[in-house]
């Protein structure tokens, strides 16, 4: 009943967007018509009709129009109905579900060009470099064709082409590059190292990775702190010598440990300690850690050691998060446990989640194949609705049910079996696995099967080459073993993907180091060809050597040679005659193979685990059957997979045990299969509620985070920064006399409140206040504050002589460093509190509401702090005195 309505609903959406779709495709006609340079020529109408009054979506169908006529004149890709759907939701600030290999990236560019017309700057956010790249330079054409600026981040991109890129129109990022460029812009001194521009619009490919599975673990920033190391190595040994479920519980479901009575004592005595939870001297999260790197973060599933140093492996997409770190501890005790350098315990200097991170575009979108099983969580947290848009062609994917072996061994048996029976029939297969362990083993017993495979462990250094492997992995008889597909980026094509394979050869032949005689892909090549491509290359010596092209600038050039984009340059030409050969060869094999694989039954997709999520599971299902073709899926289990064990409770092995099951005989059946999506379910409420709770702690966070930046950048735009200084200074006066007033009846403090003034001022010691003046506590300060503009009117004059300007830049640099520094030290004492909130107990009260009470209090008191720091420093400061 409820599915039904779901379906309506979202049909009722999608039929909304077809009457504009029929106004697009009705243009096309007109479109087609134009010379390239009136089609261009269409952007700055769109702008100047815009700033003219009309708003996007006045113009939403023409544009989308000239994009999908730029798109068949540059890629050759004509836009699909069901894609233009697509692009409308994404400018809508909605999320478009769109199965894989529906073509999400050329969506983006509709959407994109749309809203960056309005000249705001359009993010698309990817997950790794490589898509970045690959997205800029293969789609990013059309808007360059259009006229539009592209821009693009990597890694190791300096400060000041960073800054170039995000000026651009549209520009392709990933999401930790940008959440650190947005953290980074917030510590800069001056305005000329902020890199980012205002946030406006953004496009998130594969939303669900970045705003669910990526949300667990906030974006930090942090520097050396001095914290004890040896705490580490001794509570390591003590962990080795507690015994689980009488000093500790492990609660798996939880991913917690929890030290019992017996337990607390003994480690108390261990230690020669009173109290393991004095938040002065606090042991008991050392303690914690130290268990929890032993009983519930395994090698090679959680983290590989890499150069001896431990890595973090994303349990979720099998990827590897080189450079973060597991935050408060951990991270150290994990090190202890393997025996590596213990790397010294890090203090935040800044940090966000990504949910508050992405919550500061004013809108914001996103595409996935994969994000309805998550929409509530979508909706609640990011308020973006998720539409799931129709495939191009029917899904013609045949989904097997789930067999579930009485144990690991027999599973891995199967599967085997299975690769061996698609390999003798020429199918081509892809075996996801959920670690890079169980993936090696998986192919040791593929080796002995004499099976031939591909294995894809997941590191970033490898993901291009991962790409290659991905790209033919449609190819007759090939199986391919991958930890995790989600953002491999290259979707698999039944008999092989030629374009790809032809535009590898080039970047080979003219960036890597291979030659026409020694690349391996050119092997499958006719001789003719193989002179062919020799002579061209030959040919083309002279122009390649005379100019000193960086590697960028040749993979546009190559990109451009690839596509079908009109071009002049001569060595784009001669590219593209090189690159047509390479393909037509490469097609003409591929196409064969391609009808005999389709014939067969396509690409079959073989899951070895349910994955904590379903939505992880469906992106490895969803690699089977694109675009129409055929394909099928079927997922091995076995009792003592960890879902099934931890979640699946009695019930699937009692379920196992009635049906008489014996050990060699798998079972198959719906009833099984809907206790496992009952399993699923429950865990994805779990960790939905563990990001919920991570969100709701950090929104405490956040409101004080946006003051802050906001005072930052305050300062750092204003060109008179004095007015700040002696607003805290009027503040500073203030909080005196108060406190002065409130202990007026104490005569000693009469004495107190001159001393204080002298030392704030720097006077002289023949420095007093008329008595008159405490009669009025008003005129008082009025007069203290004029004491304040006259002395620093001195200073003033003083620095003018010996450096104009130089008082203006003083006063930005104190007032930027206190607040730096009294930020550190809040999210050091935040995180304190948020530890502690958990380990007391509050009754009946909300530990939430606790901790908003507390961090309230935290938070006035920084600000307080800083405002007294920046006045008595400003004020005293030796370099702004006349005398010294
Ligand atoms: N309108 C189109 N006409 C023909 N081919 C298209 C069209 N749109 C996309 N494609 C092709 O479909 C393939 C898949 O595109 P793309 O990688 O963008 O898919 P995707 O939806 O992002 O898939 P994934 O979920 O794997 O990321 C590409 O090879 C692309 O050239």
Redesign the pocket.
């Known amino acids: 009943m409820f599915n039904f309505l779901f379906n309506s609903s979202n049909q009722r959406k999608i039929n909304s967007y077809a009457p504009i779709v029929k106004k697009i495709n009705a243009l096309e006609i007109e479109m087609q018509d134009l010379p390239d340079k009136v089609l261009r020529a269409k952007s700055v109408q769109f702008k100047s009709r815009l700033q003219n009054g009309e708003n996007l979506d006045d113009i939403l169908v023409e544009a989308f129009a000239v994009v999908r006529e730029a798109?068949l004149r540059v890629?050759?890709?004509?836009?699909?109905d069901v894609?233009m759907m697509g692009a409308i939701i994404l400018h809508q600030g909605k999320i478009a579900e769109?199965?894989?290999?529906?073509?999400?990236?050329?969506?983006a560019t509709l959407a994109g060009y749309l809203n960056a017309l309005s000249g705001e700057g359009v993010h698309v956010v990817t997950v790794n470099d490589y898509l970045a790249k690959r997205?800029s330079e293969?789609?990013g054409q059309i808007h360059k064709f259009l006229g539009l600026s592209v821009g693009l981040i990597q890694q190791a991109l300096p400060k000041v082409e960073r800054k170039l890129a995000y000026q651009c129109d549209v520009t392709y990022v990933t999401n930790s590059e940008l959440g650190f460029d947005y953290l980074k812009d917030n510590m800069v001194l001056s305005m000329s190292e902020i890199v980012q521009n205002k946030f406006a619009f953004c496009i998130i490919?594969?939303v669900d990775s970045i705003l669910i599975d990526e949300a667990r673990t906030p974006l930090i920033i942090s520097g050396p702190s001095e914290a004890p190391i040896e705490k580490y190595s001794r509570t390591k040994l003590l962990a080795n010598i507690l015994s689980k479920d009488v000093h500790y519980e492990v609660d798996e479901k939880a991913r917690n440990i929890i030290l019992t009575e017996q337990g607390t004592l003994f480690c108390e005595e261990y230690l020669s300690i009173n109290n393991l939870y004095d938040l002065e001297n606090p042991w008991v999260q050392y303690i914690l850690n130290a268990i929890k790197a032993r009983e519930l973060f395994t090698k090679d599933v959680h983290y590989i050691i890499r150069d001896k140093e431990v890595v973090i492996v994303d349990e979720f997409t099998g990827r590897i998060m080189s450079g973060r770190r597991w935050s408060d501890g951990l991270h150290q005790a994990i090190e202890a446990k393997e025996d590596v350098v213990i790397q010294q315990e890090n203090q935040t200097y800044a940090s966000i989640t990504y949910q508050n991170f992405f919550l500061l575009y004013p809108k914001l979108s996103g595409?996935?194949?994969t994000a309805k099983t998550e929409e509530s969580e979508l909706d609640k947290i990011y308020n973006l609705e998720v539409i799931c848009v129709p495939t191009?062609k029917p899904l013609r994917r045949k989904e097997f049910p789930d067999l579930v072996y009485s144990n690991e061994y027999r599973k891995w048996e199967a599967i085997a079996d299975e690769c061996y029976d698609m390999y003798r029939v020429g199918r081509p297969t892809l075996v996801g696995t959920t670690s890079v362990e169980k993936s090696e083993l998986l192919s040791k017993l593929l080796n002995q099967y004499k099976i031939p495979h591909s294995l894809l462990n997941a590191k970033p250094e490898n993901v291009e080459k991962e790409s290659d492997i991905i790209a033919q992995a449609g190819r007759q008889s090939s199986v391919t073993i991958a930890t995790n597909?989600a953002?491999?980026?290259?979707?698999?094509?039944l008999g092989g993907?030629p374009?790809?394979i032809a535009k590898s050869i080039l970047v080979d032949l003219l960036i890597g180091k291979s030659s026409v005689k020694n690349n391996y892909k050119l092997q499958q090549l006719s001789p003719n060809t193989k002179i062919s491509l020799n002579n061209i290359l030959n040919a083309l010596e002279t122009d390649l050597h005379s100019v000193d092209f960086s590697m960028l600038e040749m993979e546009k050039k190559i990109s451009i040679a690839c596509e079908q984009v009109l071009t002049d340059d001569k060595l784009e030409i001669q590219l593209r005659k090189a690159y047509q050969m390479i393909f037509e060869e490469f097609e003409t094999i591929f196409s064969k193979e391609r009808e005999y694989v389709s014939q067969a039954g396509g690409l079959h997709v073989i899951g070895t685990e349910r994955h904590e999520s379903r939505r992880i599971d469906n992106?490895l299902r969803?690699?089977a059957g694109?675009?129409g073709d055929p394909g099928s899926s079927r997922f091995f289990l076995s009792v003592d997979d960890n879902l099934l064990r931890i979640f699946g409770g009695n019930k699937i092995a009692d379920l196992m045990q009635a049906l008489n099951v014996d050990n060699d005989t798998p079972m198959e059946s719906t009833l099984l299969s809907k206790s496992l999506e009952a399993a699923q379910k429950k865990v994805e409420a779990y960790f939905y509620d563990t990001r919920k709770q991570v969100f709701e702690y950090d929104q405490v966070l956040n409101s004080q985070r946006q003051a802050i930046y906001a005072e930052r950048r305050r300062i750092l735009e204003s060109s008179y920064p004095r007015d700040c200084v002696l607003q805290y200074a009027e503040s500073t006066i203030d909080d005196i006399i108060t406190f002065w007033l409130t202990s007026k009846e104490n005569p000693e403090k009469f004495v107190n409140l001159n001393i204080k003034i002298k030392y704030l001022l720097n006077a002289a010691d023949t420095f007093s206040i008329s008595k008159d003046l405490y009669k009025d506590s008003e005129e008082l300060k009025k007069w203290i504050i004029e004491q304040v503009r006259i002395n620093y009117d001195l200073r003033e004059a003083y620095l003018e002589q010996i450096k104009p300007g130089l008082i203006r830049q003083l006063e930005k640099y104190y007032l930027l460093q206190q607040i730096d520094n009294a930020w550190k030290d809040h999210l050091q004492k935040m995180g304190a509190l948020r530890d502690s909130i958990g380990w007391r107990s509050y009754g009946q009260q909300d530990p939430l509401v606790e901790y908003k009470n507390e961090a309230f209090n935290l938070f006035i008191e920084m600000i307080t702090h800083v405002k007294h720091t920046v006045v008595y420093a400003i004020l005293r400061s030796r370099l702004m005195m006349k005398n010294d």
Not at 98 to 103: Q, R
Not at 487 to 493: A, N, Q, S, V, W
């Open positions: 798109g890629l050759g890709l004509r836009v699909f894609q769109m199965k894989t290999g529906e073509g999400k990236t050329l969506v997205d293969w789609v490919d594969e595409m996935t194949g191009h597909m953002g491999r980026g290259t979707d698999i094509i993907n374009s790809y992106q969803g690699r694109r675009q």
